[in-house]
């Protein structure tokens, strides 16, 4: 059975997000848009209504300098992570698979 779409809150990270949930509007709206998954493909992966998914994507075009400033922030934040010597999860994903022989993990 379908649920009430939920609310689009900034509480966590200051970015917009779906009430309840981790998931930022801006991840939602990049599966759908800019790898062109269906809103109910989105909406399974991180079990929400497809609603939520919608409702996310037309947040994200009716608040375009906030969406802005979010983009701003997390670029900052992941550029002072990055001079503090943190490592992306790229990095790290191959530092793994190389492993100590130099041959890629099959993972």
Do not use: C, W
């Not at 922030?73 to 100590?100: H, N, P, V, Y």
């Amino acid at each position: 059975m379908a649920q009430a779409a939920r609310r689009i809150v900034t509480e966590v990270h200051d970015e917009p997000h779906v009430e309840g949930h981790r998931v930022t509007v801006r991840r939602l709206q990049g599966l759908v848009e800019e790898t062109g998954k269906s809103a109910t493909e989105v909406a399974k992966q991180f079990n929400l209504d497809a609603a939520d998914v919608y409702a996310a994507l037309q947040y994200y075009h009716t608040h375009p300098d906030e969406m802005d400033r979010a983009e701003e922030t997390r670029r900052s934040r992941e550029d002072d992570a990055r001079r503090a010597g943190a490592k992306s999860l790229t990095e790290i994903r191959q530092e793994r698979d190389e492993g100590s022989n130099g041959v890629p993990d099959s993972r």
